[in-house]
């Protein structure tokens, strides 16, 4: 009886911990899935607008055919009013901000002007969680964990 209550334990306490390390990888490859696909939102953005040779806005979607001030419901690659793709909404509670003004729009020669930062972070702000975009110079980089703002 005592093996079997020591079995036991040693079971839920596995679990446990298995539980909490599962919970951590659906997280983290959710915000990835998330963050991928703004970059794929903007690489888009980049080759309309040179392939257009005319502007093309990456933005907040903001319901319809215009650009909107919260990054969590989604985001929209804008050619003048015309949609060109839409971005799904944040989902389970996590929250993308914005640290520079406006949004990147890119020149036809695929150019943008915009600097600031686009982070993203998870329900609980899970630092090793955090996903950045980087505006610089032209163009952009991503940064993960501590590093993001």
């Not at 899970?126 to 505006?135: A, D, K, N, Q």
Request: overall charge neutral.
């Amino acid at each position: 009886m005592i093996e079997l209550l020591v079995t036991i334990s040693i079971l839920i306490i596995m679990a446990t911990l298995g539980t909490a390390s599962y919970q951590y990888l659906i997280t983290s490859t959710r915000i990835n899935g998330e963050i991928s696909g703004m970059l794929n939102g903007l690489k888009l953005a980049r080759s309309e607008a040179i392939k257009r040779g005319q502007s093309v806005s990456f933005c907040p979607n903001g319901g319809g055919a215009s650009c909107g001030t919260s990054w969590n419901a989604g985001w929209n690659v804008m050619l003048n009013s015309t949609q060109l793709k839409v971005g799904d909404p944040l989902t389970h509670g996590d929250s993308m901000t914005n640290t520079g003004s406006g949004y990147p729009q890119f020149t036809a020669a695929g150019y943008t002007f915009f600097t600031g930062t686009l982070s993203m972070h998870d329900a609980n702000s899970t630092s090793s969680l955090y996903r950045c975009i980087v505006f610089n110079a032209g163009s952009w980089t991503t940064q993960q964990g501590a590093s993001c703002p």
